[in-house]
């Protein structure tokens, strides 16, 4: 019979997804077919999946961490913010509609039979679901017609562990505090506690940890560390995007989009030695000394690109460029290069055009059609075959798509200048492939450091998995699955 167990947290980027990876992982290496699951995920970081949708980001991982190829069913439903009032939203990988935040709480209430239908699915097909929840119960406010955290839970009948952030401060009212304001039947859903980030002597900590035991009934299954590692794995919460760990020659710098999406597309060159990669915050101009400017993908280009400008980055762009400089855009940063971005239906906010950066000759219309599609490619410059994969709206065309920058399936895609210092595609993912990598950084004059970005990933799992079972009950927590 199917178990299935659910961490929720006390609050927003507590560290569940990470937990529910490490969880994953230790239970697939105990001979258990595992499968991850979210109801709900807010996240403009998404990945696309062997049949043919999206999901958040965090599951792709856990699905790894897991040995599963990453479906539909593991998130079925994606909110990916447009605006500060508005979210696309995708039902069991497919765009539904999108709405206000106002108007989502009426629609909530009929998604739930969408949820219910994936974990069931999930739940037919393998030993354990481990259940990943949203921001936080304590939110009692939005309780009503919930489907992330505790409205799923009771109406999947499953148990909840509460997980907690220490290193924010006040953990014991984390904890507490959420045991008082949540109802009596929520309440009697936990099984228990964990506490999460500890840095230093966890010790130090037993006198906390036996008052949340005593203030709430519910039992402790341990204080888990700080894992150092963590860095290695995909973040997909755009708060959690860091600078690259790299001290080298080579200075690439990234825009810090107001709606940035897919940034893991900079994770493998975050963890290469010769390179020095800066994620640029809102204020902050682009360096004289850059090399390289990567302007990544969006959620909403055009608003994105008004961003763009009130930083005075496309200023900085033009004398990155007469300096000699490179810039790469990735998908809706592709889109702004350009001279032109079209929006002539309202795809991404009111209908309207406006000028883009003049980087490229080309220009996008933006489509009702999404493109969702795992690729296998060649890059032109250098013939380096790679791996990516295509999520976006809008068709590019224009002159400079003659000098394109790969080859996918004999058909021509992206686009760059006649000196080819400026390039764009809509192509993710494509650093994950460490041979085209290695070629991309040899054109900027700088070294790979040789090391497997995938197997970086797998190995820094297997780290969490053995730092979870070092400190956690790992055996506990299973058995309360049910």
Known sequence: MTRALMIQGTGSNVGKSMLVAGLCRAATRQGLSVAPFKPQNMSNNAAVTSDGGEIGRAQALQALACGKPMITDMNPVLLKPETDVGS?????????????????????????????????????????????????????????????????????????????????????????????????EDAALVAGFMVNKFRGDPSLFDDGYAMIEQQTGWPGFGVFPYFPEAWKLPAEDGLDIANGKGTGDLNIVCLGLSRIANFDDLDPLAQEDSVSLTMLRAGQPIPGDTDL??????????????????????????????????????????????????????????????????????????????????????????????????????????????????????????????????????????????????????????????????????????????????????????????
């Not at 921001?135 to 409205?151: C, F, K, Q, T, Y």
């Open 88 to 184: 696309q939203v995708v039902v069991q990988g497919r765009r539904l509609t999108t709405v206000k935040a106002r108007d989502y709480a009426a629609l909530k209430p009929s998604l739930m039979e969408k949820v219910l239908e994936s974990f069931n699915r999930l739940k037919s097909s393998n030993d354990l679901v481990i259940v990943e929840g949203a921001g936080s119960p304590a939110e009692v406010n939005l309780r009503a017609g919930d489907i992330a955290n505790m409205g799923f839970a009771q109406a999947a009948d499953i148990p909840v562990i509460l997980a907690c952030d220490i290193d924010r401060g006040g953990v014991i009212a984390q904890i507490v505090g959420t045991q008082a304001v949540i109802s009596a």
């Open 293 to 482: 400017v990567i302007i990544p993908g969006s959620k909403s280009t055009r608003g994105d690109l008004a961003f763009l400008r009130e930083q005075g980055w496309d200023v900085d762009l033009q004398a990155h460029v007469r300096r000699g400089g490179h810039v790469l855009g990735i998908c809706g940063g592709y889109q702004m290069l350009g001279q032109m971005i079209r929006d002539p239906e309202g795809i991404e906010g009111p209908a309207g055009e406006v000028e883009g950066l003049g980087l490229l000759q080309v220009e996008t219309v933006m489509t009702g059609d999404k493109q969702l599609t795992e690729t296998r490619a060649v890059h032109a410059a250098s013939h380096t075959p790679f791996h990516g994969y295509e999520i976006h709206i809008g068709r590019t065309t224009g002159s400079d798509r003659s000098r394109p920058f790969a080859m996918v399936e004999g058909r021509e895609e992206g686009a760059q200048s006649a000196d080819g210092c400026i390039a764009g595609s809509y192509l993710h993912g494509m650093f994950r492939d460490d041979d085209f990598r290695a070629a991309w950084l040899a054109s900027l004059g700088a070294a790979s450091s040789g090391v497997g970005y995938d197997a970086t990933v797998e190995a820094t799992l297997d780290l969490l998995a053995d730092h979870m079972e070092r400190h956690l009950n790992v055996a506990g927590l299973l058995a309360v699955a049910k």
